[in-house]
């Protein structure tokens, strides 16, 4: 089955500088990437996903990028607000499946 | 807006005991799914289900077992509670319909402690 793998695990940065969190998977079948965020007491939510015919994919201050060949795709934060505090969880899907596999997560702080 | 409840918050038990836990989602999604979620393992998933008395294991169903008898309510079921049960769950719905890769909406979670 997958393996998605989440890095780091805790990430601490200065209010305004930016954040990466980088999830690596194993099934080359997977071929949809969603990244929910889940703040303090809440349930998580869906803030970005990615497919896998781009490479990029950008909101606002959120981006995401998408490698197929190393099968690894990373969440780009800049210009981090201390709302941006929260436990963000990378995920991958293959393609005619249901079952979504989810990374450990990644608990980031917004220093002000 | 998509709602999804679950029936508890929290909830303790003793070891033994058998547990229900209830979601319940108002949007007609087909997929419904429960997650244990522990710090540092993440979200894994322990049974899901793609329609009406359907049911597929997840990573981690041992254990436990789950109902499905109305499209909008799912349970999971802890069939003699043991304490390293003791966990957040968390209930999420989706929607293939439309493409085969869809949201995952979340319930609140139930806190639930096995003494």
């Known amino acids: 089955g997958e393996n998605v793998e989440q890095h780091p695990s805790t990430l601490s940065v200065q209010e305004g500088d930016s954040a990466v969190i980088k999830c690596t998977y194993s099934?080359?079948?997977?071929?949809?990437f969603p990244w929910y965020k889940q703040e303090l007491g809440k349930r998580p939510q869906l803030i970005i996903d990615i497919r896998s015919n781009v490479g990029e994919k950008k909101d606002q201050r959120i981006a995401v990028t998408l490698n197929k060949t190393a099968k690894h795709f990373s969440l780009h934060i800049t210009e981090t607000q201390p709302e941006d505090s929260a436990v963000y969880f990378c995920a991958a899907v293959a393609e005619g499946y249901q079952k979504v596999t989810f990374g450990t997560g990644t608990k980031l702080q917004v220093i002000p | 807006d998509v709602k999804v409840t679950q029936s508890s918050r929290y909830l303790v038990k003793r070891t033994g005991e058998k547990v229900f836990l209830e979601c319940v989602q108002d949007m007609d999604h087909e997929n419904m799914f429960w997650y244990r979620q522990d710090p540092g393992l993440g979200l894994r998933l322990i049974y899901f289900?793609?329609?009406?008395?359907?049911?597929e294991k997840g990573d981690i169903p041992e254990g436990y077992s789950v109902s499905r008898e109305k499209k909008e309510r799912f349970s999971l079921i802890l069939e003699s509670a043991s304490t390293n049960q003791t966990s957040m769950y968390l209930c999420?719905?989706?929607?293939?319909?439309?493409?085969?890769?869809?949201?995952?909406?979340f319930g609140p979670g139930t806190r639930l402690l096995v003494l």
């Open positions: 289900s793609y329609d009406v008395k359907m049911k």
């Open positions: 999420a719905s989706s929607d293939p319909r439309g493409g085969g890769q869809e949201t995952q909406y």
């Open positions: 099934d080359s079948a997977s071929n949809y």
